[in-house]
C-alpha cells in the first residue's frame, strides 16, 4: 500500500511541476504582481499592508486553475541613502492548485507557500511628479519542500522553488498633479542554482530541474476621478536563453506570455481597493507529455487591498483668527 502511495503521489507531482517529459519552468515572479501601484515613487513615511489575490485558468480542457495571494508589508522609513528613501519590504506567497487532469489522475485540490521574498526599496522623488526606484532582494528557498508526507503534503509543486531567486527592478512612475498614474516595472530574476533540487525521496526521484533566467515587464496607465480610479493595465513575462549544450536544458520549453486588461479602484481614505482581470493575448504554447501542443492564453481575475499605516506626524494647521 506504501509503495503504490509513493507512486501515486510521485505521479501527481511531477505531472504538476512538468517534470515529465520536456521540462519547462514557471514565473517567479507572477506577471502581472506589481500593475496598479506607483512603484517609482517613495511612500510617506509609516507602513503599508498589501494582500493582492488573483485566480485564473488557461482556456483548455486539462487546465489546472491557479490562485496566487501574495502578502507584502512596506515600511517607509525615514532613512535615505544619497536621496533615496530606504524601504524595506517582506512578502510571503502562497498558490492554490485545482487540478483537472486527464483520466485516469485523479483531480486534486493543492495550496502550498511559496518562497517568501525578502528586499529594499531604494525610492528617488525627481520633483514634478516623477519617481524612479530600484529594488533589491531575494526569494529564499524554504524548509525541505521535497520531503514525503500524507497526500500531497511535503510534494514539491512550482520547479521555481527548487532554487532561491535573485531578484532585481526598477520602477519609473509619473503622476503629475496626483491624478494620473503611469507606471512601468522591470523585474530581473536569476535563480542561484540553474540546475534547482528539492530535497527529500521526492526531490530524489524528480532529479534536477532546469532554472532560467526571467524578465517580467508590468505596466499601468490609470486616472482617479476623486476617489474613483480607472485605466488600463498590461504586463509580461519571458525566459531568457538557456544554455542548450548543457544537457539538462536539451528539452527545456521557454515559457513567456503578454495580457492586458482594465482597472477600477476606490480609495475610501482607510484602506484602497483595486480589482481588474487580465486576458492574455499572446502565450508560447508547450507539448505535453504526450506530445500534443498546449494552448495556454489565461484569463485572471484580480483583487487587491491596500491599507496604510502612516507614522509621519502632520503640522498642526494655523489658527485663521489670533488674539491682538
Do not use: C
Not at 16 to 25: H, I, W
Not at 32 to 42: N, Y
Not at 84 to 103: C, L, Q, Y
Not at 228 to 255: H, S
Request: no cysteine.
Amino acid at each position: 500500500m506504501r509503495t503504490r502511495m509513493t507512486a501515486a503521489i510521485l505521479t501527481v507531482g511531477a505531472l504538476l511541476l512538468g517534470a515529465t517529459g520536456q521540462a519547462r519552468a514557471a514565473a517567479v515572479t507572477q506577471p502581472g504582481e506589481q500593475v496598479g501601484l506607483a512603484p517609482g515613487l517613495p511612500l510617506p513615511e509609516g507602513f503599508y499592508a498589501f494582500d493582492t489575490f488573483s485566480w485564473g485558468r488557461a482556456n483548455r480542457r486539462d487546465a489546472a486553475e491557479v490562485g496566487v495571494n501574495i502578502p507584502f508589508l512596506i515600511y517607509a522609513s525615514p532613512l535615505k541613502v544619497f536621496g533615496a528613501r530606504i524601504e524595506p519590504v517582506v512578502a510571503v506567497p502562497s498558490v492554490f492548485i485545482d487540478t483537472h487532469a486527464p483520466a485516469p489522475v485523479p483531480n486534486k485540490t493543492v495550496s502550498t507557500f511559496y518562497t517568501p521574498f525578502l528586499g529594499n526599496i531604494f525610492a528617488w522623488n525627481l520633483g514634478g511628479g516623477f519617481g524612479v526606484s530600484y529594488i533589491a532582494g531575494a526569494y529564499l528557498p524554504y524548509g525541505d519542500r521535497g520531503s514525503l508526507g500524507l497526500g500531497l503534503r511535503g510534494t514539491p509543486l512550482i520547479p521555481a522553488a527548487a532554487s532561491g531567486t535573485l531578484s532585481q527592478r526598477v520602477a519609473a512612475t509619473y503622476v503629475g498633479d496626483g491624478s494620473l498614474n503611469l507606471s512601468a516595472v522591470l523585474t530581473y530574476n536569476r535563480p542561484f542554482d540553474a540546475h534547482g533540487r528539492f530535497g527529500g525521496p521526492v526531490g530524489a526521484a524528480i532529479g534536477p530541474l532546469p532554472l532560467a533566467d526571467q524578465i517580467n515587464l508590468d505596466l499601468t496607465a490609470t486616472r482617479k476621478f476623486g476617489h474613483l480610479e480607472i485605466g488600463a493595465v498590461a504586463y509580461g513575462y519571458t525566459d531568457l536563453p538557456v544554455n542548450r549544450r548543457d544537457r539538462l536544458f536539451g528539452r527545456f520549453q521557454r515559457d513567456g506570455s503578454i495580457a492586458a486588461g482594465g482597472l477600477v479602484g476606490y480609495d475610501f481614505g482607510r484602506v484602497i481597493l483595486q480589482t481588474f482581470v487580465t486576458r492574455e493575448i499572446v502565450a508560447r504554447d508547450t507539448i505535453d507529455p504526450a506530445g500534443h501542443r498546449q494552448h495556454k492564453e489565461e484569463t485572471r481575475g484580480w483583487f487587491r487591498v491596500i491599507v496604510p499605516f502612516p507614522t509621519a506626524v502632520a503640522a498642526a494647521p494655523e489658527l485663521l483668527i489670533r488674539k491682538n
